[in-house]
């Protein structure tokens, strides 16, 4: 079953076409036969008047002479054979061939019809005179026949050149018609490439400029669909938003309280392990939380957003020195390559975020006593982040997954799984892209970001 829509069409389109030539061939080939069949029996009643009027009575005997031009007359390359009987009433033979068969009834019109002669099939005519001498009436039946080579040569002729018109012709609709229908249907891929080329997370209306009156209402459809995905998406991310702005209150009053309670003398062993272990699953909740802030903020922010110019070498440079403490404490060597400023259009913020996130994930995994180096620069139109640390880097089979929320590829550190997703989100967000890579010499993790630069 043919499932593409132009092949429908054209097929279609073809079906009248191919009707109307099948029918006009048909008539062209009647018609052709017609005009070869008359040319053929006028020749032959032609050589057959001719002969007749060359019956004469002669001493009172009728006399049949056969002049040359009565048979040169179908002289053709085909080598057609041509028979004559020349009869007195319908039985003395006056001259020609006896086996020449006569028509089935003598009329004094000329009688043509179809014979045999010797297995060969065979146009024939008959032609009737009546001859006068002293008062004596006779009649003579003048028979002509021929192969029919020539004719269905001729034939061939005719229609031939009318049958390989008719194809050029079909072949020429069919190469319109393909032609047509690949530029009336662009509009429809053009409309499968912008919903099919969309990002997961972009809900923006397709528009309906330049389209045809017929995909409008498939259009419509289309962005009610986006609308009513939009406002379920927005929900949720508003649902998660709300819900993790009410959680950071009980979560700072109770890493309150638990702080509160650790001084306490009268605690034993037991308890002050059973309070350090809540205080512990309170900051992961705590950091999980805000975590899901960022993404949520990360997510929502509108591509079509007011710009704000920002210096991600400035935020590389703050965010290092805020996280400098937390990379003393595992002894490693943290530190900045910046070739000046280098501004994008964006929020503060989620670049905040997003090269914060890189460089504590670059410490959590990195062991102790190792390197991480952040560089920003600008190349052409786009600004470059990088984060290179020399830690145990990611598998290549792994890379796809860890921007998945919550997936964490190792679990010998401590994360919420949701640091890369937040990278990724934010990267998005302001029309940049996040790449995965191993350094030089294939050990440790290079994260590659890139942000269109900042235009005046």
């Given at each position: 079953?043919m499932?593409s829509?132009?092949?429908?069409l ?6 009248p076409?191919?009707?109307f030539m099948?029918?006009?061939g ?5 018609a052709?036969?017609e005009?070869a ?6 020749a032959l ?6 002969i007749?009027?060359?019956?004469e ?10 002049p ?15 028979f004559?009987?020349?009869?007195k ?6 001259g020609?061939?006896?086996e020449?068969?006569?028509?089935e ?5 000329p ?6 002669l010797?297995?060969q099939?065979?146009r024939a005519?008959a ?21 029919q080579?020539?004719y269905?040569a001729?034939l ?9 018109r008719q194809?050029l ?5 069919v190469?319109l018609?393909l032609?047509?229908?690949?530029f009336e ?7 499968k ?10 809900l923006?209306?397709v ?7 017929e995909?409008?209402?498939?259009v419509?459809?289309i962005?009610?669909?986006i609308?009513?995905l939009?406002l379920?998406?927005t ?5 998660i938003?709300?819900?993790?702005h009410?959680?950071r ?10 702080q509160?309670a650790?001084p ?6 037991m ?9 512990r699953s309170?900051g992961?909740?705590?950091e999980?939380t805000n975590?899901l802030?960022l993404?949520?903020?990360a ?7 007011t ?6 070498a ?11 403490a937390a ?13 000046g400023?280098?501004?994008v ?9 997003l ?5 504590d994930?670059a410490?959590?995994?990195?062991h102790?006593?190792?390197r991480?180096?952040a ?8 600004v ?6 020399n830690g145990?880097?990611?598998p ?5 997954h860890?921007?998945e929320r ?7 550190a401590?994360?919420t799984?949701?640091g ?11 029309g ?18 890139r942000?269109p630069k900042?235009r005046?």
């Open positions: 079953m499932q829509l132009r092949a429908r054209l097929a279609w389109l073809l079906m076409v191919g009707v099948f029918v006009t048909v008539m062209s080939y009647d052709a036969r005009t069949g008359l040319l053929q029996d006028n009643l032609a050589s057959a008047r001719i007749g009027e060359d019956v009575w002669e001493d009172g005997a009728l006399i049949a002479r056969i040359p031009a009565a048979l040169e007359m179908f002289e053709s390359p085909y080598q057609d054979q041509v004559y009987r020349i009869v009433g319908r039985a003395r033979l006056l020609g061939n006896p020449l068969a006569l028509p009834e003598a009329t004094p019109n009688v043509f019809y179809d014979t045999s010797n297995g099939p065979v005519v032609y009737e005179r009546e001859l006068y001498d002293s008062g004596a009436t006779e009649p003579v039946t003048v028979v002509v026949g021929k192969t080579a020539s269905r001729m061939e002729n005719l229609w031939r050149p009318q049958l390989i194809g012709m079909l072949a020429l609709v190469a018609a032609l047509g229908l690949t249907l662009r509009p429809l891929i053009r409309l490439d912008d919903v099919a080329d969309r990002d997961a997370l972009q923006e209306p528009r309906i400029e330049r389209l045809p009156s995909l409008r209402p498939v419509d459809a962005n009610q669909c609308a009513r939009k379920h998406a929900t949720q991310r508003k649902f938003a709300d819900a993790a009410q959680l209150t009980p979560l700072a009053l109770l890493g309150a309280q638990i509160c650790r306490c003398g009268q605690c034993g062993p308890l002050t392990d059973a309070l350090a272990g809540i205080r309170s992961k909740m705590t999980m975590q802030l993404l949520a903020q997510e929502s922010s509108p591509p079509d957003r710009p704000v110019k920002v210096d991600l400035a935020v590389v440079s703050c965010v290092l020195e805020e996280l400098v990379a003393q404490r595992r002894q490693i060597d943290i530190g900045a390559e910046l070739s400023a280098a501004y259009a964006g929020s503060a913020t989620l670049l905040m975020a090269v914060s996130n890189l460089v994930n410490i959590r995994y990195t102790e006593g190792g991480v180096t560089t920003c620069r600008e190349e052409d139109q786009d470059v982040l990088e984060v290179i640390d145990p880097g990611i290549a089979e792994a890379r796809g860890v921007f919550f997936y964490r590829g190792a679990t010998d401590e994360g799984g949701l890369l997703s937040i990278v990724r989100e934010v990267a998005h967000s302001h940049g892209t996040v790449a995965l890579r191993p350094d030089a010499e294939q050990v440790g993790l290079v994260v590659t970001v942000l900042w005046d």
